[in-house]
C-alpha cells in the first residue's frame, strides 16, 4: 500500500512540533535545575534527582517519547533517507522557541546556517518518498518467484 505524499507530510510536521518542544521542555527544565559543576557521586545523585523528579523534564521525555513514537511510523512509510533531512527543519522550530520562549539570543550567522539547513531540507522534499518496496513486499515477491 502506497502512503500518500499529504500524509507523510503531515506527519513531519507533527513530529516537528512534538520534536521540537520536547527538546524546548527538556533545554528549560534544565536551565531550572541549574549547571551539573560537581561531577562527584554526591553532586550527580543531586543531579538525578532534581532531574528525575522535575515536571517539565518529565513533559519533554513525554513529548520526546511521542515524537519516537511517529518517527517508527514513518520510517514504514517512507525512505530513512529522505525522512531524516526532511525533520531538519525542527532546527527552525527549535531555533524560533529558543528565542521566543527560552529567551536566548540568535545571531544572524546562526539563523543563516538554519536557513542553509532548510534549503538542503526543501531539496531532499522535492524527490521521492520511497525508492525501495517495503520489507512485506520484498518477502512476498521472493515467495511468489520461489513458489515459481
Given at each position: 500500500?502506497?502512503?500518500?505524499?499529504?500524509?507523510?507530510?503531515?506527519?513531519?510536521?507533527?513530529?516537528?512540533?512534538?520534536?521540537?518542544?520536547?527538546?524546548?521542555f527538556?533545554?528549560?527544565g534544565?536551565?531550572?535545575?541549574?549547571?551539573?559543576?560537581?561531577?562527584?557521586?554526591?553532586?550527580?545523585?543531586?543531579?538525578?534527582?532534581?532531574?528525575?523528579?522535575?515536571?517539565?523534564?518529565?513533559?519533554?521525555?513525554?513529548l520526546?517519547?511521542?515524537?519516537?513514537?511517529?518517527?517508527?511510523?514513518?520510517?514504514?512509510?517512507?525512505?530513512?533517507?529522505?525522512?531524516?533531512?526532511?525533520?531538519?527543519?525542527?532546527?527552525?522550530?527549535?531555533?524560533f522557541?529558543?528565542?521566543?520562549?527560552?529567551g536566548?539570543?540568535?545571531?544572524?550567522?546562526?539563523?543563516?546556517?538554519?536557513?542553509?539547513?532548510?534549503?538542503?531540507?526543501?531539496?531532499?522534499?522535492?524527490?521521492?518518498?520511497?525508492?525501495?518496496?517495503?520489507?512485506?513486499?520484498?518477502?512476498?515477491?521472493?515467495?511468489?518467484?520461489?513458489?515459481?
Amino acid at each position: 500500500m502506497k502512503t500518500p505524499r499529504l500524509r507523510i507530510y503531515a506527519l513531519i510536521a507533527f513530529m516537528v512540533v512534538l520534536g521540537g518542544t520536547g527538546d524546548m521542555f527538556l533545554s528549560l527544565g534544565m536551565k531550572r535545575i541549574g549547571p551539573m559543576e560537581d561531577l562527584n557521586p554526591s553532586g550527580l545523585a543531586w543531579a538525578f534527582v532534581h532531574t528525575a523528579t522535575s515536571a517539565t523534564i518529565w513533559l519533554g521525555i513525554l513529548l520526546s517519547l511521542g515524537f519516537f513514537v511517529c518517527f517508527l511510523t514513518a520510517l514504514s512509510w517512507a525512505d530513512f533517507s529522505y525522512l531524516k533531512p526532511n525533520l531538519a527543519v525542527t532546527y527552525v522550530f527549535v531555533t524560533f522557541l529558543a528565542y521566543a520562549v527560552l529567551g536566548e539570543t540568535v545571531t544572524p550567522t546562526r539563523w543563516a546556517s538554519v536557513a542553509l539547513i532548510c534549503l538542503g531540507s526543501a531539496m531532499v522534499g522535492l524527490t521521492r518518498h520511497r525508492t525501495t518496496a517495503p520489507a512485506a513486499e520484498r518477502v512476498t515477491e521472493q515467495v511468489t518467484e520461489h513458489a515459481r
